[in-house]
């Protein structure tokens, strides 16, 4: 009878990994900037540093499309060390807008 090899898989995402998958959504609307019809920055923990961020647009819950999808790897400190594809500006900043006081 021959002997199975069994492999241990990963029971699930690193504890440590909820400050740095914000800090992935963060860093790419940062660098992207911030579409109209923005609906929400999915980013999840892969394994071992890095994550998947997807940026979801659309004008309701049922027209929700993937604008953009970056695979990136990040550090302990929540810097993003590489991403695939490269993050570019495509949408203008918007200044905030100050409100008047009575």
């Known amino acids: 009878m021959s002997k199975q090899k069994t492999e241990m898989l990963p029971q699930g995402p690193d504890p440590s990994a909820g400050a740095q998958t914000e800090a992935a959504g963060a860093y790419v609307l940062r660098n992207l900037g911030r579409p109209d ?3 929400a920055v999915q980013a999840r ?3 071992d540093h890095h994550y998947r961020v997807n ?7 049922g ?3 993937i604008a953009h999808s970056y695979f990136l790897v990040m550090d302990n ?5 590489s991403s695939n594809p490269a993050i570019t500006r495509e949408y203008a900043s918007k200044k905030a ?3 008047p006081q009575p």
Do not use: P
């Open 55 to 61: 940026v979801l647009v659309g004008e309701s819950a």
């Open 63 to 65: 027209s929700v499309t």
């Open 77 to 81: 400190d929540g810097s993003c060390l």
């Open 97 to 99: 807008v100050a409100t």
């Open 45 to 47: 923990y892969l394994w």
């Open 37 to 39: 019809n923005l609906l």
